[in-house]
T-cell receptor, first 109, second 115 residues
Framework: RKEVEQDPGPFNVPEGATVAFNCTYSNSASQSFFWYRQDCRKEPKLLMSVYSSGNEDGRFTAQLNRASQYISLLIRDSKLSDSATYLCVVKGGYNKLIFGAGTRLAVHP | DTAVSQTPKYLVTQMGNDKSIKCEQNLGHDTMYWYKQDSKKFLKIMFSYNNKELIINETVPNRFSPKSPDKAHLNLHINSLELGDSAVYFC??????????????FGEGSRLTVL
């Protein structure tokens, strides 16, 4: 089983739609979780951390379910500029960040 | 004023050759990393250095040898290149060992194609 698993997508949604991505992780001892965004042929960039109580940053909401070992990212009112690959990231041993393969989002007019 | 810069951005070479990728960060960070992103888009850590000291060395063939002359530089040398080495190699840095913020600052990547 992969350490971090995501549905690769693509998710094709119209502008204004709400879309949600899930991610599961295998190590129940993991403590820190993040979402990164990677545009096509660009480097990944941190989008937001995921806190135990859930957290929001504008149109983006991240949630953590420790019991089921999954993390989610909800994007409301999708914009064309949200089109990218969203990478789920879990902090593993030795503080290394373990990346999922990403979920691709395509927002169309 | 690129924070993490890597060269070259593109590299096309023949099997069996030796090549190097250089990385420099001007953020004053203590920790630097090399990640490999293959055609399936998995981003996998290869090495991590903290203040020039190797702290993470994943299961990577010993044809790959990182070198950190100082904490602002982390270079990657690859000997006897194989077809499977074709990938995008990302350099990254963080203030401390993947500090609590979880934020890594990535370079733009070096796309290596082995023919």
């Amino acid at each position: 089983r992969k350490e971090v698993e995501q549905d690769p997508g693509p998710f094709n949604v119209p502008e204004g739609a709400t879309v949600a991505f899930n991610c599961t992780y295998s190590n129940s001892a993991s403590q820190s979780f993040f979402w990164y965004r990677q545009d096509c042929r660009k480097e990944p960039k941190l989008l937001m951390s995921v806190y135990s109580s859930g957290n929001e940053d504008g149109r983006f909401t991240a949630q953590l379910n420790r019991a089921s070992q999954y993390i989610s990212l909800l994007i409301r009112d999708s914009k064309l500029s949200d089109s990218a690959t969203y990478l789920c990231v879990v902090k593993g041993g030795y503080n290394k960040l373990i990346f999922g393969a990403g979920t691709r989002l395509a927002v169309h007019p | 004023d690129t924070a993490v810069s890597q060269t070259p951005k593109y590299l096309v070479t023949q099997m069996g050759n030796d090549k190097s990728i250089k990385c420099e960060q001007n953020l004053g960070h203590d920790t630097m990393y090399w990640y490999k992103q293959d055609s399936k888009k998995f981003l996998k850590i290869m090495f991590s250095y903290n203040n020039k000291e190797l702290i993470i060395n994943e299961t990577v063939p010993n044809r790959f040898s990182p070198k950190s002359p100082d904490k602002a530089h982390l270079n990657l040398h690859i000997n006897s290149l194989e077809l499977g080495d074709s990938a995008v190699y990302f350099c990254a840095s963080s203030p401390k060992v993947a500090a609590n913020t979880g934020e890594l600052f990535f370079g733009e990547g070096s796309r290596l194609t082995v023919l």
